[in-house]
């Protein structure tokens, strides 16, 4: 079971090969298999948190990775727990890697990246390589430079690395966030690090470019101003909204930037009074659809269907069903995305002061997964956070216009 390449070689052995087939017949032949709509997959990167219906994306994941540690009784797959055996057996059953790696498992387990793309899109792309495609339908181009980049930037920063060029960047940015580092020091370590290495060719030169570096993967944030009463968003777009321009709100005529004498500096930037981050989610979706694992669960609600008394998801609730029977059309593609929205407040500080500060996240998760995936940390979306300091009450849908115009635009045009 664990006996999976010959020493100093990537290749299969026989006798693990002959292991894969044999645990793929039996766990797909399983009542929890037919419960489930599928099987929990095994492999190191998975950790048993997965339900994949395809024996063989599940056999390819094994092939790679190959098995969680101490999985000797298989009871994430409906196997019985013998009595003999101390429940502690599986302990490493649900941990998604093993806390130290053996040297022939170095190579195969560098993948820094996946992790990092799994925290920021909530979606595993590790496995979907451009030749995972044998005698398929290759993705678009827009996916296909996804995954060149990927590749390209998954390389260690020297032979033996436990980093790739990647991970150092978003290590880097992470300082950052975490410490509220000023730019001029970051670009003094970055400098310092390229300084002291003899291998400089996957080493970023400067904290600008290891920004645009991590840009590339398609973590786009607009920042957006806003009225300081919540009236209005300075914000453009094909819809007929034009306020991008403006320089106060048109309803309370509130001044957009803070006071600046633009005679004395004319090249000084004008700071907004109050301003917004939204964080597209277009391309997320257009992750998640590139990813054999994601894409394969966004239909689950399509092809799992339970008896009219039984209600194990949101789309055997009333709701749901009356909005098929309003757009039917757009009930018959099992790849429509149905999306939740959720928010509330929180105070991100300490309240040492008599006036309150709260902050309101607004977060969208897909319906389309199994209930098992669609409420987890992973797929819940942060879109925006209303600024403080007060609840916006009626004017929520104001700072909720550009997530409007990016279902608009899925609706009428599919992106």
Known sequence: MYDRLY???????????????????????????????????????CGCRYIISDPEEITRHLHRKGFIENYWVWTYNGETLPSNVPETSNTNASSSRPAMQSPMEFEENFNLIGDMVDDAFGVNVTYDQLEDFDGEELPNEEAQRFYQLLNEMNTPLFEGSSDSKLSMCVRLLAAKSNWNVPDQCLEHFAKMMLDSTATKDNLHASFYDAKKLVSKLGLRVRKIDCCINGCMLFYDNEFGTQDGSSEECKFCQSPRYKVCNRAINSKKKCVAVKSMFYLPIIPRLK??????????QMTWNHTNKTSPDNMQHTSDGHAWKHFDEV??????????VRLGLCYDDFAPYVQASGSAYSCWPIIVTPYNLPPEMCMTKPYMFLMCVIPGPSSPKTRIDVYLQPLIDDLKRLWNNGE
Do not use: Y
Request: net charge positive; hydrophobic share 30%; proline share 7%.
């Open 7 to 45: 020493p100093e070689r990537r290749a299969l052995k026989p006798n693990f090969i002959d292991g894969v087939n044999s645990f793929i017949t039996w766990t797909f032949a399983q009542e929890r298999c037919r419960s489930e709509g599928g099987v929990r997959c095994t492999c190191l990167k």
């Open 327 to 336: 757009h039917p059309d757009f009930a018959t593609e099992p790849r429509n």
């Open 287 to 296: 992750i998640m659809f590139s990813s054999r694992h994601s894409a394969s």
